[in-house]
């Protein structure tokens, strides 16, 4: 397969058009996904080739678009529902945690739910507290539902063809700053399998897990230790933290022998905390030199002032500065 530079957004709109042409049962819905594109324009143009049968404009409820959603899959379907802002499937969590998540245990899994719930989440567009916050723990909280994190434009086409494919509810989460960031994406059919870690970058003095936005800051952090101080630090991004590929981590905490976790949701409670107990509960704890490190958000509202809004969440300097201090 040739290679190309697309966008995260391009290749998101890719997987979704290319998979509804392959099959016919796949539709997408959301609040102005049709002719206005979206609320990031991730979906421009799709209507004009699909129409609105299968690309549906919703009313605003994301009640009314999760339980449509969920309803749709359970006969036979696979939809594919956009919600504006991750902020507000918090009103579709009944839908969600209650209906699709249950469905398949409850009837001895004679029915499947094979549905993708698209959010953009995370700060660092000015959208304030209502509109900027990483709820990935609030989903794997619940039994039932896969959450996927893409980091790439790669990652984001072949993660989200999956997740279409797949015949279980997932909630696949967007950094928002990500949309407009490009990288290689193969032209053609692939994709990227749920439930498997990737080691981004090897190293054998730490490991560092991390997963959407931060894990191009961790990147360009371990480059620079690398090149001003000769440290290797490798960087793991689970890709999907439900159910999480514990393996990985596993293995490179117990060669390295410190364990890093950075992700921009708040830090009590923040997913950091399972993967951190992860660790501990493994044989990896008998390996660690130092304590498990989280470097999360504030426990705090995303603020719209943007000097503060930035440092409400990890920094390259805050990551770099933690990474200094695990490491003496």
């Given at each position: 397969?040739?290679?190309?530079?697309?966008?995260?957004?391009?290749?998101?709109?890719?997987?979704?058009?290319?998979?509804?042409?392959?099959?016919?049962?796949?539709?997408?819905?959301?609040?102005?996904?049709?002719?206005?594109?979206?609320?990031?324009?991730?979906?421009?143009?799709?209507?004009?080739?699909?129409?609105?049968?299968?690309?549906?404009?919703?009313?605003?409820?994301?009640?009314?678009?999760?339980?449509?959603?969920?309803?749709?899959?359970?006969?036979?379907?696979?939809?594919?529902?956009?919600?504006?802002?991750?902020?507000?499937?918090?009103?579709?969590?009944?839908?969600?945690?209650?209906?699709?998540?249950?469905?398949?245990?409850?009837?001895?899994?004679?029915?499947?739910?094979?549905?993708?719930?698209?959010?953009?989440?995370?700060?660092?567009?000015?959208?304030?507290?209502?509109?900027?916050?990483?709820?990935?723990?609030?989903?794997?909280?619940?039994?039932?539902?896969?959450?996927?994190?893409?980091?790439?434009?790669?990652?984001?086409?072949?993660?989200?063809?999956?997740?279409?494919?797949?015949?279980?509810?997932?909630?696949?989460?967007?950094?928002?700053?990500?949309?407009?960031?490009?990288?290689p994406v193969p032209e053609g059919d692939y994709t990227v399998p749920l439930c498997v870690s990737e080691t981004k970058r090897p190293g054998r003095d730490m490991t560092v897990i991390t997963w959407g936005r931060m894990v191009s800051m961790v990147l360009e952090v371990a480059q620079?230790?690398?090149?001003?101080?000769?440290?290797?630090?490798?960087?793991?991004?689970?890709?999907?933290?439900?159910?999480?590929?514990?393996?990985?981590?596993?293995?490179?905490?117990?060669?390295?022998?410190?364990?890093?976790?950075?992700?921009?949701?708040?830090?009590?409670?923040?997913?950091?905390?399972?993967?951190?107990?992860?660790?501990?509960?493994?044989?990896?704890?008998?390996?660690?030199?130092?304590?498990?490190?989280?470097?999360?958000?504030?426990?705090?509202?995303?603020?719209?002032?943007?000097?503060?809004?930035?440092?409400?969440?990890?920094?390259?300097?805050?990551?770099?500065?933690?990474?200094?201090?695990?490491?003496?």
């Amino acid at each position: 397969m040739s290679q190309r530079e697309i966008t995260y957004a391009e290749a998101i709109r890719e997987a979704m058009s290319e998979e509804m042409r392959r099959d016919p049962a796949v539709f997408f819905m959301g609040e102005d996904i049709g002719v206005y594109g979206g609320a990031f324009g991730v979906s421009v143009g799709m209507i004009d080739e699909f129409g609105p049968d299968r690309v549906r404009d919703t009313p605003i409820s994301e009640a009314v678009i999760v339980g449509a959603a969920a309803g749709a899959a359970a006969t036979g379907t696979r939809p594919i529902a956009e919600i504006q802002f991750s902020d507000f499937l918090g009103i579709g969590i009944d839908q969600l945690a209650n209906q699709a998540a249950k469905m398949r245990y409850m009837f001895g899994g004679n029915a499947s739910v094979p549905m993708v719930i698209r959010a953009p989440a995370g700060s660092g567009t000015g959208a304030a507290a209502q509109h900027s916050q990483s709820q990935e723990a609030w989903y794997c909280h619940i039994p039932g539902i896969k959450v996927v994190t893409p980091s790439t434009p790669y990652d984001a086409k072949g993660l989200l063809v999956s997740a279409i494919r797949d015949n279980n509810p997932v909630v696949f989460l967007e950094q928002k700053l990500l949309y407009r960031q490009s990288g290689p994406v193969p032209e053609g059919d692939y994709t990227v399998p749920l439930c498997v870690s990737e080691t981004k970058r090897p190293g054998r003095d730490m490991t560092v897990i991390t997963w959407g936005r931060m894990v191009s800051m961790v990147l360009e952090v371990a480059q620079k230790l690398s090149s001003e101080r000769g440290m290797e630090i490798e960087v793991i991004d689970p890709r999907t933290l439900m159910p999480l590929d514990a393996g990985p981590i596993i293995a490179s905490v117990k060669r390295t022998g410190r364990a890093m976790i950075v992700h921009e949701a708040v830090r009590t409670a923040g997913y950091g905390g399972e993967i951190a107990a992860t660790i501990a509960d493994s044989e990896a704890f008998f390996y660690l030199d130092a304590p498990i490190r989280r470097v999360a958000g504030l426990d705090v509202p995303i603020p719209y002032n943007p000097h503060l809004e930035r440092n409400a969440v990890p920094t390259a300097e805050s990551i770099e500065s933690n990474i200094l201090e695990l490491l003496e």
